[in-house]
């Protein structure tokens, strides 16, 4: 899984903070998901649930509601209409820059305002919840010794899981005003519910609530002894291979195809997550570079000369295959190995002389390659020779150049 950060404007204008989980290979989906009251993008079952999902094809949106984590505004300025409309603003930007999504997922109070949103982006084929309550305004129990002050005054700080928040009476009525039963019956798309029997938190009975108010075709799937932020991986884990499976019957079977005019380059961008973990996306394909622990790094993918080595093998075999295809040849399977150096000039046999009176150190790159049928001497000479002339070998065997500039 690659995880990439973005930043896109909120309902209010505000620029909120994302992280786009990218499959290692084709995207099948995009998913958009919604994180539970005053949690944020990072909660631990957001990170494995949409990891997991990347792992399945499935491309996942996690952000910061406004005023929360990373993004900017006032969460006190904020409601339940407003995160609803954050929400919609991620489907249109991942329209606009993407696929908009196919499945939305929301977390408690989130999941609440995915069922409401559900039905204001169009191109949604299913939603889930996790730990919802039926009714928006269950999220006053949170709060409920400082109502009375918050009527009165207008707003009070009030402390929610250790954090201090200002909560407004405008929250309030917004709270009042919102139907999220009636939102469901009108959904008009799949459902799939999961909750805990023994939530603390958001008790089961909202389960119960908004499965009657849902039209066919809806599931529920009890979460047994899981607490409300699901703290343990296993019942992350869990909730993610369900909703995976789930899905399957409404996602589209395709891969989506890729805006080739947009990503003809390499983007190779800083995930923000370790010191030197980059993203990588090469067309459809995304993935990840960085360096070792004992670099520095967090070893989360190939090393920049990683890469460069893979190019070399990888070319080579691919000039093989296609010479030997050419000739008609049964060579069987093709496997290069490679290794990189950094040698002293004066060391290299096969530099010019005016290289190895440098005095310098250069790259040497060994390559050792072998197929898996038994070939005669003049088959296995001639494919060595026809090795050399990999684009990717002459590349590094010649001088380049790089031509950079500001973006």
């Known amino acids: 899984m690659v995880s990439r950060r973005l930043d896109f404007s909120g309902a209010s204008g505000a620029k909120l903070s994302a992280r786009l989980d990218l499959p290692a290979g084709k995207v099948r989906a995009y998913a958009l998901f919604a994180h539970c009251f005053t949690c944020s ?7 494995r649930i ?11 949106l996690r952000f910061d509601f406004t005023g929360l984590g990373s993004s900017e505004g006032e969460f006190a300025s904020t409601n339940f209409s407003s995160n609803i409309a954050d929400l919609v603003a991620a489907a249109d930007m991942l329209r606009e820059q993407f696929e908009a999504p196919s499945l939305l997922i929301g ?9 409401v949103a559900g039905s204001r982006i169009p191109e949604i084929k299913a939603v889930v919840t996790i730990g919802a309550p039926a009714d928006a305004r269950h999220v006053t129990e949170n709060f409920a010794a400082d109502l009375g002050v918050i009527r009165e005054k207008g707003a009070a700080e009030v402390s ?5 928040f200002t909560i407004t009476s405008q929250f309030l009525d917004d709270l009042e005003q919102s139907s999220v039963k009636e939102a469901v ?68 079977e395709e891969v989506i195809a890729e805006r080739t005019e947009e990503h003809a380059a390499v ?9 030197f973990r980059n993203a990588v996306r090469a067309g459809s394909h995304h993935l990840t570079a960085d360096e070792p622990r004992a670099m520095g790094g967090t070893d989360a993918g190939p090393t920049p000369y ?34 990189h150096d950094k040698i002293h000039a004066r060391d290299c046999e096969e530099c010019a002389e005016s290289v190895r009176q440098t005095g310098g150190r250069i790259d040497q790159f060994s390559r050792e390659i072998a197929f898996s049928k038994e070939l005669d001497e003049d088959t296995r000479a001639k494919l060595l020779e026809i090795a050399d002339k990999c684009p990717v070998h002459k590349t590094l065997h010649q001088s380049s150049v790089i031509r950079t500039r500001l973006a």
Request: aromatic residues 6%; hydrophobic residues 45%.
């Open 107 to 115: 977390h408690s109070l989130g999941g609440a305002a995915a069922l």
């Open 160 to 164: 929610l899981a250790g954090r201090k």
């Open 41 to 47: 993008k990072g909660l631990g079952a957001t990170r």
């Open 306 to 339: 990683d890469f460069l080595s893979i190019a070399l093998g990888a070319c080579t075999n691919m000039t093989i295959r296609m010479y030997a295809d050419r000739k008609g040849w049964d060579i069987g399977l093709v496997s290069v190995t490679i290794d």
């Open 50 to 60: 949409a990891g997991a999902l990347a792992a399945e094809g499935i491309a996942v």
């Open 185 to 252: 019956a009108g959904l008009k798309r799949p459902l799939l519910i999961f909750h805990a029997p023994l939530d603390q938190t958001v008790g089961i009975e909202n389960a119960s609530a908004i499965f009657t108010a849902a039209k066919h075709p809806k599931s529920f799937i009890s979460l047994d002894d899981a607490d409300h932020l699901l703290t343990r991986a296993m019942d992350a884990d869990f909730v993610a291979q369900t909703i995976s499976a789930w899905s399957q019957r409404y996602l589209p």
């Open 267 to 275: 983007i190779v961008e800083e995930t923000g997550e370790g010191k």
